[in-house]
């Protein structure tokens, strides 16, 4: 069995997708949990690009043990230092750099002749490898690329020191035997490839992604990159799931395995839904909801008589729970714990004893309370750091077939002052937000509002999304309780205080730059 490596780009690329923006608790909590499910590689950030990204690649790499972590750099010094800065305390520090070599990069976004993009390819490896014991090269835009040129450009970044090289399909453009054909061209025709691991980055434009990192896989690559969900840029990233998954279940087609702890995938796709806000559709492969469903009566008959008629990958294998209820009204606060615990959460006991009232509470009114619920109450309490800023104290809601809908609400402000506002709107949500608008006085324009049950019963909790604007900046919030228009609520002031933090600390580093 040939082994892959899996790198995990979901707090890079991933993080990238349109209205997603992490900060750096959630960043961390999705660290530790690509930690546990066994990627060998988290791609962390991007350090020159922010402050905020800096600090996180930081934490990340100081907390992550049991996977090398990386970051991302354009081939100029500055980037490469900041990126050592960042990552120097992992376990096994590793550098991304990337330039690109497709005709259109190098005409017209670099302005540089090819023989200048090798120079600074090579001159960018050198210099990297004088801090990091591992630098990966990519090509960016490598399948748009002339052949000879990119085998040309990738010989001269191995003598310099290169041991990894990526060849992404920056734009999703390429089909799986021309992918498969541009690996196997650069095994032929560089001379020391055999000293590097060759690694496949795609994108999902033409719906091919993992397709093609699997050709990639046939032809020789042993590195594939992806994130969790396949979320990303534009169509998003190849599903990282769904390469392990294929490779398990078709061992013996591929004769490749992973090192992923396959019964992870399913928390791990959660947890990066849950904190990024993009919903995992119902029949995604092997993490949507219906990805076990057997709907027609045919395939029911036949997989109650023999499971394997119509399945071919059991939902144990990837985490799927057919039973988790856990916890109720009359559990005790050492069960409670030692479950949170057992779902991989390490809490402070300050943290615990808030937890510990908010889950009381809810079991008062919900009968059995489950992993996921407990999931989203970990999340909603342990990432808020927004807790210097607006807090919601109260909610309420008139709403009648025949009257006009009317909302009154009470915040507290940074200061512990009390505002309280009230308003009216064409339906309960509205008034809601034109309360909430009112007592924040800054206009916010709602850009999405989206509404989920946690879990199944009509007693399940709500947990809402929703994206907003100011001046042209966004921000997105979640929320969760058992009613509707308090997640509504809570969801929208997420969103508004993550604004305010994200304003800070660019002003912040506006002062620091003075
Ligand atoms: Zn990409």
New binding site residues.
Partial sequence: MRKINIFD?TLR?GEQSAGVNLNLHEKLEIARQLERLGVDIIEAGFPAASKGDFQAVQAIAQTVRNCSVTGLSRSVQSDIDAAWEALKDGAEPRLHVFIATSPIHMQYKLRMTPEQVVETAVESVRYAKKYFPIVQWSAEDACRSDLPFLATIVEKVIEAGANVINI?D?VGYITPKQYGDIFSFLKKNVRNIEKISLSA?C?DDLGMAVANSLAAIEAGATQIEGTINGI??RAG?AAIEEVAVALYIRKDYYQAETRLNLQEIKRTSSLVSKLTGMIVPPNKAIVGKNAFAHESGIHQDGVLKEKTTYEIISPQLVGVQSNSMVLGKHSGRHAFRTRIQELGYSLTEEEVNRLFARFKDLADKKKDITDDDLIALILDEKLDMYKNFYQLCSIQVQYGTNQIPTAVVVLKDGEGNDIQEAATGAGSVEALYNALEKALQIPVTLLDYRIESVGSGRDALAQVYVKVSLDRKEASGRGTAQDVLEASAKAYIHAVNRMFVIEKMKEEQALAAQ
């Fill in positions: 780009t690329d992404p920056t980055h994108h990303g840029e990233n």
